[in-house]
């Protein structure tokens, strides 16, 4: 398929494509890193996270009509307190809903998939009757959206490079967090025993709703990113979820190096397949492989080391 | 049966709707149809309905059948909205054989078994008299056998791919050739295109359009087609395939991407730097009504071309009414599709059939049905076609940043529905 | 006679009391209340969740009993529909019915994909007999496959359910990818006769209801016997302790496999009874949300009663159905809150309302045939000991 092209068109193209493979591997990162926390650390298998993440987006929207309407001077950069605010909303949500409704089924984990499957139901048409059915436009500030050329043919994305950026943030945060304060320490210790962390004094149960209120609000942050390259509807949401659970399971769920390392893996694998095959072939391919290495390697990339 | 023109005229209420449904109704003089309310008394019961349908002295129970939860939402609401619309403007020039239309809605829930389940039940158990309903081409055949062996009348009104040709069916939106061979005989034409590249979600009928597209270049303009691909529906990355048709550099971009994949592919077309006022390469689509641009934002998709057969902006006094009397019903913040207006024409095309065969008895109402004109539809004029589609013309339009098409041509006739063409398969 | 041998027969034993009668009543709502209480239609769409209870009970095994949650029963659920809707399309897609198409005699939408001959892999689907084996074998074979690789390396829990989730989502993208093999998103429509026996009329659909219903009671005495072996409380072992099964010197891996197929054998049998009671089988019975929704049948009516299976996917469709057509924009809220009181109030599900309310009552009636039955069974026990004792020559 590359007869006929110049070398230095086909060098622009793979940088290209490889800029393609990154971004691709911080959006799976971004949408991976909320629920690394919420699956990997504690164990819930949060099938709303995927509407965690348009509530996020929901909250941008609203914020970009707010400064549409009210300060148009400001609308370059309302885009990072759209951010914020999508954190704090996503998590105060995520904080409530494990007040009612998780921190009762820390015993049955199979029983949060249905708990929270239930509960993304309701958030769907809550979204559908506040906002329509329909998608709605988030009008993205102008310098987000278009290219840095860097050659004649090389054009880089700048959404992407803003993703990136945010991940980038994010991941650190996260990882500062988890393991260098006290926070950090408290999740690591409730995984781990959580009778004995309550034994020396740690309130599991206020260190399970942080958690759990930090990993939703991640994905709303996440959701507010995703306005920039997809779609903003009452049920986008499901369109993350598969691909969010297998990118934390293949990583090793309890580790968040290997949330990172198999978001790289499969957003690499994707990406090349997707250059080389159609699109639904690469898919599929992707998936199998996945399950693959899967059921080689059912503890997935990196695992903590555990006596059953 | 005589029918026999009504003296008196019938009274609607004093309310908001009441005073725009007049205003409605003046515009319909044009129409073919008798613009003085035909009385129920004229039509007894027994004699228009021998079936044993959901018809009454005052009133005739219809079906609406679309998606208003799950993914399909997005797109059939305004279908909804256009059916409930048409409904309310016939029942205020007094109904259909002086009957008013009643209805019943069930969900779909974008999910195809549902919508067999829900179809038998209208049929069934409410016995309605038609449907107006389905959105996507799988959700159809699924009520299809259910809408045959009950005889059901339904009025689909997406553009679809063609291949099928139901008598229990009125098919209100285009089939395939309608929508693509104008569109790439202009952009061959008038935009000299050589080299075409086709890209579709992974069903039926972008598979199917994108087959016929490929023959029309191929065969008949002689062109070239440099690579076709599909992704799966729901799929939300295009940086790789949007490098793949950088490096082939075609003409036209072919695309026929639905649902919230449409979003994502403009959104990243835009970002990786393909502005499409530039035209080079051009893209043309038949998959984004005004509907889909709300999700993608006009500025996103300025430049790209559109092929069907409405568009909001069409400039004639049926449209000007229908755009306004939509807006006044659903909120000044609404856009309309293409098949939006598809589904408006569904209760016309149905209220035009029944008195015109003086019966609501499905069997007469479909002897009937081939060879109605509308003259009052948005689009212009449209006539049934012995195959139970519609003749209709075909547009190409300009999306423009504020999320409007600028209509940029039409064909000079109307384009004859071809279900099954030769030289296609 | 000693309480030690009626323990032992307590425990032994097929069938109590309770569960004969907890049989007769789901067959008299069954077979006399439903058929009796609704019109034709209504008929029609409980034979329709009928289906959805044959895939409940799988996951009973599976999952209440097994401690295996799987997330890929829509897999095997439409593995046995598309099977069935094989054989049902070939019968449909006669030369004479498809003359109009370019290469008559193949399914339709094969020739609309410009197949021009029948692919190698349908073509054993045109005997109803190898159709009948593939509906049971196919998804069992992928289900050991699936098994072998997980179990053995001992894969369970959380894990488990999202990697067949993935499976899920694998195979809806497959069948829609393939469409000139599979029908794509459209699935396989338009199914007419099945061995010249037309199953679309109402009547059809009513006999159609009644073989559901007589297959269901045959998967039902077949989980039945496998919970009440040796192998069933084995697995209820498993589910609560697995390493101690393990140290005891069984293959935990073997009987996992083993009911993971089982479970997989009964959602293709409900798949093919779906296809002929819906006429129909398409891509959205197989992917993850279907396949949750398997597991919520199954979960309200209790996880681990293979009868509650039965009541939780009849009332849960039929609840559905309700709510959609009384409240047609509404209706998630009401499902949603539904699965949410059942998982936080009511965590072993209809099962469990009747174990903890109406349990007491109908044991203490029940007492007394109980411990006939139990004098009866122990009293053959005896005779056929001293029956052996009498052929045996005296020393």
């Not at chain 1, 398929?1 to 959006?27: H, K, N, R």
Request: net charge neutral; hydrophobic share 50%.
């Amino acid at each position: 398929m590359f007869d006929g092209y110049t070398t230095s068109e086909l060098s622009a193209i793979f940088a290209m494509q490889g800029f393609a493979g990154l971004s691709l591997f911080s959006v799976y990162v971004l949408m991976a890193l909320g629920l690394a926390i919420i699956f990997g650390q504690m164990g819930v298998i949060n099938m709303a996270h995927g509407e965690f993440m348009i509530l996020g987006a929901y909250v941008t929207y609203l914020v970009s009509i707010f400064f549409a309407e009210y300060m148009p001077i400001l609308f370059g950069a309302y885009f990072f307190l759209a951010m914020i605010l999508a954190f704090v909303a996503s998590g105060l949500l995520g904080m409530a809903v494990e007040w009612a409704m998780i921190r009762h089924l820390y015993k049955r984990p199979l029983d949060t998939l249905l708990a929270t499957w239930g509960l993304s139901l309701i958030l769907q048409q809550i979204y559908r009757s506040t906002f329509g059915a329909r998608e709605v436009g988030v009008s993205i500030p102008d310098w987000m959206m278009g290219s840095i050329a860097l050659t004649d043919l090389v054009e880089i994305p700048i959404n992407g490079l803003f993703v990136m950026a945010v991940t980038l943030i994010i991941a650190t945060g996260v990882g500062v967090m988890m393991y260098r304060s006290l926070w950090g320490r408290q999740v690591r210790a409730v995984v781990q025993n959580r009778t004995m962390a309550g034994a020396v004094g740690i309130d599991t149960g206020r260190t399970d709703r942080l958690t759990f209120g930090i990993g939703c609000g991640i994905a709303g942050v996440a959701g507010s990113a995703f306005t920039m390259i997809g779609s903003t509807g009452p049920t986008a949401g499901q369109l993350y979820i598969v691909d969010t659970f297998l990118v934390v399971v293949f990583g090793g769920a309890a580790s968040l190096l290997g949330t990172i390392a198999s978001a790289f893996t499969i957003s690499q694998t994707q990406s090349i397949l997707e250059f080389f095959l159609s699109g639904s072939m690469a898919k599929v391919l992707t998936l199998l492989t996945v399950v693959g290495i899967l059921m080689l390697r059912p503890q997935g990339l990196f695992s903590l080391k555990l006596r059953k | 049966m005589t029918k026999r023109p009504d003296t008196e005229t019938v009274v609607t209420g004093p309310s908001r709707r009441g005073v725009l449904m007049g205003a409605t109704a003046a515009a319909m003089t044009a129409s073919l149809f008798t613009p003085k309310s035909l009385r129920a008394a004229d039509f007894p019961t027994a004699e228009v309905n021998t079936t044993g349908l959901a018809v009454t002295d005052d009133a005739v129970t219809i079906g609406i059948l679309h998606s208003i939860t799950g993914t399909m939402s997005i797109s059939e609401t305004g279908s909804v909205q256009a059916e409930k619309l048409a409904i309310e403007q016939i029942n205020a020039q007094g109904g259909i054989l002086g009957r008013k239309i009643e209805y019943i809605q069930e969900d779909g829930a974008s999910d195809w078994p549902t919508f067999a389940e829900k179809s038998r039940k209208l049929l069934v158990n409410d016995k309605v008299a038609s449907v107006m309903g389905c959105w996507t081409s799988a959700s159809r055949k699924a009520v299809l056998p259910v809408f045959e062996q009950h005889n059901g009348f339904l009025y689909y009104p997406t553009f679809y791919e063609g291949l099928e040709q139901s008598p229990n069916v009125i098919y209100t939106g285009q089939e395939a050739t309608q929508q693509i061979i104008a569109g790439l005989d202009w952009v061959a034409k008038e935009k000299g295109a050589e080299t075409f590249y086709l890209l579709g979600s992974d069903y039926i009928w972008p598979r199917t359009s994108n087959k016929i597209a490929r023959k029309h270049i191929e065969n008949f303009l002689g062109k070239k087609v440099l690579g076709e691909e599909y992704y799966p529906l729901g799929h939300t990355q295009f940086n790789s395939v949007i490098n793949k048709i950088r490096l082939r550099k075609p003409d036209v971009i072919y695309a026929i991407v639905v649902g919230g994949s449409n979003v994502a592919f403009y959104k990243q077309l835009k970002a990786a730097g393909i502005d499409m006022t530039e035209e080079s390469p051009l893209l043309l689509t038949i998959s984004v009504t005004e509907d889909e641009i709300r999700g993608i934002g006009g500025e996103n998709i300025e430049g790209a071309y559109a092929c069907m057969k409405y568009f909001q902006s069409l400039d004639n006094e049926n449209n000007v009414e229908f755009v306004s009397a939509f807006k006044e019903m659903w909120g000044e913040d609404m856009v309309i599709g293409d098949v939006t207006q598809a589904a408006y024409l569904g209760p016309w095309l149905y209220k035009a059939a029944v008195e015109k065969a003086g019966s609501f008895d499905v069997d007469k109402v479909r002897e009937a049905s081939p060879g109605i004109e509308l003259t009052t539809a948005p689009e212009g004029y449209v006539k049934v076609h012995e195959n139970h589609h519609l003749w209709s013309k075909t547009r190409v339009g300009r999306a423009q940043a504020d999320g409007q098409y600028e209509v940029v041509f039409e064909t000079a006739d109307l384009v004859e529905p071809d279900p099954f063409p030769e030289g296609y398969q | 006679m000693s309480d030690v041998s009626t323990l032992g027969l307590r425990q032994s034993r097929l069938f109590t009391a309770s569960e004969i009668l907890g049989y007769l009543v789901l067959a008299v709502v069954i077979f006399i209340v439903i058929p009796s209480a609704l019109d034709a239609f209504r008929l029609n769409l409980f034979g329709k969740y009928l289906t959805y209870a044959f895939v409940a009970i799988g996951l009973v095994l599976c999952w209440g009993v097994g401690g295996i949650l799987s997330l890929g029963q829509g897999v095997f659920f439409g593995l046995g529909g598309y099977c069935m809707a094989m054989f049902l399309k070939l019968e449909a897609s006669t030369p004479e019915n498809t003359a109009i198409q370019s290469t008559p005699g193949i399914p339709d939408f094969m020739d609309w994909n410009q197949l021009t001959e029948l692919p190698w892999w349908w073509v054993p689907f045109n005997s109803f007999a190898v159709t009948v084996f593939a509906i049971v074998a196919v998804p069992m074979v992928l289900a050991f496959v699936i098994g072998l690789a997980m179990f053995t390396r001992r894969v369970s829990g959380v894990y488990f359910a999202i990697i067949t989730q993935a499976i899920a989502a694998i195979a809806t993208i497959l069948i829609i990818g393939q469409q000139g093999f599979t029908g794509g998103v459209n699935g396989i429509t338009d199914l007419r006769t099945l061995m010249g026996w037309d199953i679309r009329p109402d009547n059809a659909k009513t006999i159609l209801y009644f073989v559901s219903g007589i297959l269901l009671f045959a998967v039902l005495f077949v989980a039945h016997v496998i919970r009440k072996s040796k192998a069933g409380r084995l697995m209820i072992a498993i589910r609560d302790r697995e390493d101690r099964v393990r140290f005891s010197g069984y293959n935990v891996a073997n009987f996992k496999i083993f009911v993971f197929c089982v479970g997989a054998a009964f959602a293709a049998i409900g798949g093919a009874m779906f296809t002929l009671q819906v006429g129909f089988i398409s891509p959205t019975l197989v992917g993850i949300v279907p396949s949750i929704y398997m597991v919520i049948f199954c979960a309200v009516g209790g996880r681990s009663s293979l009868i509650g299976a039965v009541y939780g996917a009849l009332l849960v469709n039929w609840a559905q159905t309700t709510f959609s057509e009384s409240f047609p924009e509404l209706w998630l809220l009401a499902m949603g809150a539904l699965f949410i009181a059942v998982v936080m109030a009511f965590p072993m599900g209809l099962a469990g309302l009747y174990d903890d309310y109406l349990k007491r009552h109908v044991d203490r009636v029940l007492a007394p045939v109980d411990r006939m039955m139990i004098h009866r069974a122990a009293r053959r026990e005896s005779e056929k000991l001293s029956a052996t004792r009498a052929t045996q020559p005296a020393e």
